[in-house]
T-cell receptor
């Protein structure tokens, strides 16, 4: 059973370009969470999605950032007009349901570098 | 806003020593999880504690959840160089009438065990 897949693993963008980060949850998981990690810091929640629905986007900046989880295909985190401060590791996690003890399985992350 | 204060931030010890990492909050969490993260990888779940006062053991690792479900500790006995890594605690929030898995992470503890 394949784990959570994220691609690309490393992404380099120049200021003003767009970044698209993809996350394929584990098979059978319909809940996806995106987190951002700055160097030597813990992870910060960004957004929680179920298929075709955004459940909670309270941790996501209101401008330039968007997320989707379509009926078919991976979840996408999109950052428009990137700035140097967007440089970070972005992790997604998936779980089968939203029960309290359901484990979130994390992907390997996408390291975004903005030049 | 829920916060988790994790301490110490850095820990450098010799092989064979014992250590304790603390995770404290003024908020109550439905569950608390401990992760270990290797450089360049995503967090890997070590344990989930759900009940106040709960103690779980995983080989040389002992995890405790405070009675009030606001704090937790990770104790490692006879540390080994293979224990070196970033340790993260994360609390799972109550989402109003519907609990969901939004995780609040501590800042992390970077543990280095010298041979």
């Amino acid at each position: 059973n394949a784990g959570v897949m994220q691609n690309p693993r490393h992404l380099v963008r120049r200021r003003g370009q767009e970044a698209r980060l993809r996350c394929s949850p584990m098979k059978g998981h319909s809940h996806v969470y995106w987190y951002r990690q700055l160097p030597e810091e813990g992870l910060k929640f960004m957004v929680y999605l179920q298929k075709e629905n955004i459940i909670d986007e309270s941790g996501m900046p209101k401008e330039r950032f968007s997320a989707e989880f379509p009926k078919e295909g991976p979840s996408i985190l999109r950052i428009q007009q990137v700035v140097r401060g967007d440089s970070a590791a972005y992790f997604c996690a998936s779980s089968p349901a939203q029960a309290i003890t359901d484990t979130q399985y994390f992907g390997p992350g996408t390291r975004l570098t903005v030049l | 806003t829920q916060l988790l204060e994790q301490s110490p931030q850095f820990l450098s010890i010799q092989e064979g020593e014992n250590l304790t990492v603390y995770c404290n909050s003024s908020s109550v969490f439905s569950s608390l999880q401990w992760y270990r993260q290797e450089p360049g990888e995503g967090p890997v779940l070590l344990v989930t504690v759900v009940t106040g006062g709960e103690v779980k053991k995983l080989k040389r690792l002992t995890f405790q959840f405070g009675d009030a479900r606001k704090d937790s500790s990770l104790h490692i006995t006879a540390a080994q160089p293979g224990d070196t890594g970033l340790y993260l605690c994360a609390g799972e929030s109550f989402g109003g009438g519907t609990s969901y898995g939004k995780l609040t992470f501590g800042q992390g503890t970077i543990l280095t065990v010298h041979p």
